[in-house]
């Protein structure tokens, strides 16, 4: 694979016209693309990571951590151990070490009070633009306006498919090019839900999830070609 960039925050320099916003965070070069809605319902805006700082963030990120998406994180504190190279170009620690997974809301700004879809349709420029470069295998959309997204943009299940996110939780989903594993919002999870996303989401690592063809052999030279 092709490293794209080494920066963990914000990599592709996305800059929306907003006065305060959570950028893209992760390995621009993942295999998983966790998807959100946006910081006013999934939290980041105090250490400017998708995903913190909200009271159910440590049992969402302990399942992924479980789940072998990230090596580990310190919502509180931020432990300088957890990572080599712990801080960006802002001097601030990174709370999150993900070498698999990258994280991204569909609308990045901080706003006040929800915003309209007139919003929401201007902001996916930057969203897509970012899942687009990092072309993850997986997407994983969390709660129903990230699922019902990502079904009706990058998948053609969007009219078959119903947004019960306690039936679709951790379900492996055929998109195009893309597999999709819809997540329960992590506020609403009760009883298992963080375990059977765990145990999912090993299970699929176990199989081919890349779904991938070399038709290198179709090609000059000796380089693969791999395809999904």
Not at 14 to 20: I, Q
Not at 55 to 63: E, T
Not at 117 to 122: G, L, N, R, V
Not at 218 to 223: C, Q, V, W
Request: charged share 25%.
């Amino acid at each position: 694979m092709q490293n794209v960039t080494e920066k963990t925050r914000n990599p592709f320099g996305m800059h929306p016209d907003c006065g305060s916003f959570v950028s893209g965070y992760g390995d621009a070069n993942a295999d998983f693309h966790v998807i959100g809605d946006r910081p006013g319902v999934h939290g980041g805006v105090d250490a400017g990571v998708p995903f913190t700082g909200e009271p159910w963030s440590d049992r969402f990120l302990s399942a992924l951590v479980d789940s072998g998406l990230i090596a580990g994180f310190d919502a509180v504190g931020f432990d300088d151990a957890t990572t080599d190279d712990p801080t960006d170009e802002t001097g601030r620690l990174d709370p999150i070490v993900a070498d698999r997974t990258f994280f991204s809301y569909l609308h990045m700004c901080v706003a006040d009070g929800v915003p309209d879809e007139a919003s929401y349709d201007d902001m996916e420029r930057f969203f897509d633009a970012e899942l687009r470069a990092i072309a993850a295998h997986v997407l994983l959309p969390v709660g129903a306006r990230a699922t019902d997204h990502v079904l009706r943009q990058y998948t053609s299940r969007a009219h078959k498919t119903a947004i019960d996110m306690d039936a679709l939780h951790a379900e492996e989903l055929l998109g195009s090019g893309w597999l999709v594993v819809p997540i329960k919002d992590p506020a609403e999870w009760t009883g298992d839900d963080g375990d059977r996303l765990a145990a999912a989401l090993r299970t699929l690592q176990s199989t081919d999830f890349r779904r991938e063809s070399d038709l290198g052999r179709f090609i000059a030279g000796s380089d693969p070609y791999l395809v999904r």
